[in-house]
């Protein structure tokens, strides 16, 4: 298979803490250096949230606008990607760091059950998220839980809500949510190119236990992938992940694996359709 490998690497989140694992980057200054390693790994997605001090997810734009320089910094080229997820707050406030214009967001179209909450994404945040995105030339990745967030996206496709050729992230493995089953992930992929045609181009994300396998399961496939500390704080049930480096050279060996080549960043922006450096 030749079609070079797209790897995301998710450097925080908004739950690990350094309880969990003293290598999850909090600081703005962590997280530069974590991402430059993972960079150099073979990541070419940085997909971005940031903390408060005391490490609870935050919004600010200002640390968006922080972390965006320096990335661009010490990480040129690579694919800045900003989350627009509901735990760092709440309505409008997640969509506050668009006007930075990172080449991607993310965007979830729907509504679904997490471990202890629901996710919520109710169609008028929805559609003034994807407006933000399209005033401010952000592609976004679509985060789909559920089948029908694949279908969501086709509609919002359809009328104009997204600009262009949408990148399906599938995310299996949250409890409550989708399981990381195979049936279903060959149908997403399936869906995917019905909708969207046999080239349109999609990523999977595992939770926990589940990164490994997801990524084995989309880079034999042909889709792209995402690893991180963000998704899975371990390496194996008895060894926590010394760096997000470390997760990057475990999906880049898959890769190896597959005889997959891993996508530059030039690659990468090529495939997205996103707008050069």
Excluded at 93 to 109: E, K
Excluded at 174 to 191: G, H, L, Q, S
Aim: aromatic share 6%; net charge negative; with cysteine.
């Amino acid at each position: 298979m030749t079609t070079p490998c797209i790897i995301c690497v998710a450097i925080t989140g908004s739950l690990p803490r350094k309880a969990d694992n003293p290598a999850v980057p909090v600081t703005v200054t962590e997280q530069v250096e974590s991402t430059q390693a993972a960079f150099e790994a073979g990541a070419t997605i940085c997909h971005a949230h940031v903390r408060n001090d005391d490490e609870t997810p935050s919004s600010d734009s200002d640390k968006f606008a922080a972390l965006k320089e320096g990335l661009e910094k010490h990480c040129p080229g690579m694919i800045i990607q900003m989350s627009t997820g509901g735990r760092s707050g709440a309505g409008q406030t997640r969509g506050g760091m668009l006007p930075l214009r990172p080449d991607m967001a993310s965007l979830s179209v729907g509504s679904n059950n997490f471990p202890t909450r629901v996710y919520e994404n109710p169609p008028d945040l929805v559609d003034w998220l994807a407006s933000e995105m399209l005033a401010h030339d952000v592609k976004p990745e679509i985060e789909a839980f559920d089948l029908s967030h694949i279908l969501r996206a086709k509609a919002m496709y359809d009328a104009g809500q997204i600009k262009d050729l949408p990148y399906v992230q599938f995310v299996m493995g949250v409890k409550n949510a989708m399981p990381a089953d195979r049936e279903v992930f060959d149908f997403y992929i399936k869906t995917v190119k019905r909708l969207f045609g046999e080239d349109a181009p999609w990523c999977a994300a595992g939770i926990g236990a589940q990164q490994a396998v997801l990524n084995d399961w989309a880079i034999s496939s042909g889709g792209h992938a995402r690893t991180g500390l963000e998704d899975n704080i371990r390496l194996d049930r008895d060894t926590l992940a010394p760096s997000n480096a470390a997760l990057v050279a475990r999906t880049v060996a898959i890769c190896e694996k597959y005889e997959r080549p891993v996508a530059t960043w030039q690659q990468a922006r090529q495939m997205l359709g996103l707008r050069g450096v």
